[in-house]
């Protein structure tokens, strides 16, 4: 037991941005070399009952994961990049030292604005980035990745309503707004991170940032002359930071 722990440590202390094996990895390609001496930790065998309940399982649970994988393995080399936005995928949370790999072939859930400032889109419920922001879609939460080459004392958002009243909630890592909007209402949020304390990790700091719509609206039916077919909630503009004269 003390081996493999050390083992573990060993890897979590060497290479603490790449521990796992790295971006095209399926689990952890470190640990498949160390996993038989798992082993040896047995005292004795469970039931035969036992073991294919949780072979079961393991496979069901495993399908989830891999099926994509198993049932197109050439269309997911070539489409890797969207996959992390997708269910069951977009549950999990991003790993922040890989955005630059996994976001490589899907440049347009990501951008960086006039500022220096990175944004990444991390599920499918936001449309991709237009030329001053992205539309979250109706009565859903869009979740983001906001990164920056130094620690932001404070960001401001500027976040537009459509043509119906609506209740707008923002949450940026621990700090939560929600309040409600006037139709074509436009609000302008400033979050103060100065309390917030960040360590670098690979190339900037990170923040998360969710922004939710209570109601939508479908452009072509409730604006004059509108050809959308979408179904939008509301429009987040790209983000605006401010950063200190010295990191923390």
Do not use: C
């Not at 459509?162 to 409600?180: E, H």
């Amino acid at each position: 037991g003390g081996g493999i722990l050390a083992y573990v440590f060993f890897y979590l202390l060497y290479t603490p941005n790449n521990y796992y094996g790295g971006a095209t990895s399926f689990g952890n390609r470190y640990l498949l070399q160390i996993l038989p001496a798992f082993l040896f930790l047995a005292s004795e065998f469970p039931p035969r009952r036992f073991l294919y309940s949780f072979g079961i399982l393991t496979a069901l649970v495993g399908s989830l994961s891999l099926g994509p994988y198993l049932l197109s393995p050439q269309g997911v080399i070539y489409d890797h990049s969207r996959i992390i936005l997708k269910r069951p995928f977009a549950y999990l949370p991003v790993e922040l030292t890989q955005l630059d790999n996994l976001y490589n072939d899907y440049p347009q859930a990501r951008v960086r604005t006039a500022e220096g400032l990175d944004l990444f889109q991390t599920d499918e419920d936001s449309f991709l980035w237009e030329e001053e922001g992205a539309w979250i879609k109706g009565r859903s939460r869009g979740d983001f990745i906001v990164r920056a080459e130094s620690p932001l004392n404070s960001l401001r958002l500027k976040i537009g309503n459509g043509p119906m009243a609506n209740q707008v909630t923002v949450q940026l890592d621990t700090i939560k707004y929600s309040d409600r909007f006037e139709p074509h209402e436009v609000k302008v949020i400033n979050f103060d991170l100065s309390r917030l304390r960040k360590e670098a990790i690979m190339v900037g700091y990170h923040y998360r940032l969710s922004v939710s719509s209570r109601e939508g609206f479908v452009p072509l039916l409730d604006l004059t002359g509108s050809q959308d077919t979408r179904y939008l909630g509301v429009f987040l503009f790209f983000p605006q930071g401010d950063y200190p004269q010295e990191e923390y």
